[in-house]
Nanobody, 120 residues
């Protein structure tokens, strides 16, 4: 079973930047796509960025221009950089990767999440 472990969250101020990391227990990012989701209290989990196995990124319209997804296959790590943070970016951010799981319309493996809290 592949484990995904997110890190890099915390309490940040409006306008600052943060870089989240998702480390995999196996070398999967060269074979499978990966994605970042976020979930705010009382809201559904939202897909914010994804990256193909070949490294092509894609973003939700709501975060384009401020979010950057990248990866380092040799380090088995996917990153999410968030610039110009806003209070509405406050959420738990989840890493998702692996083969596609049609039962849930997402990839197969999930991390435990990392909290990002943005103070105004």
């Amino acid at each position: 079973q592949v484990r995904l472990v997110e890190s890099g969250g915390g309490l940040v101020h409006t306008g600052e930047s943060v870089r989240l990391s998702c480390a995999a227990s196996e070398s999967i990012f060269g074979r499978y796509p990966a994605a970042w989701y976020r979930q705010s209290p009382g809201k559904q989990r939202e897909l914010v960025a994804q990256i193909t196995s070949g490294g092509s990124p894609d973003y939700a319209d709501s975060v384009k221009g401020r979010f950057t997804i990248s990866k380092n296959n040799a380090k088995n790590t996917v990153y999410l950089e968030i610039n110009t943070l806003k209070p509405e970016d406050t959420a738990v951010y989840y890493c998702n990767a692996g083969p596609f799981d049609p039962s849930g319309n997402h990839y197969f493996y999930w991390g435990q999440g990392t909290q990002v809290s943005v103070s105004s």
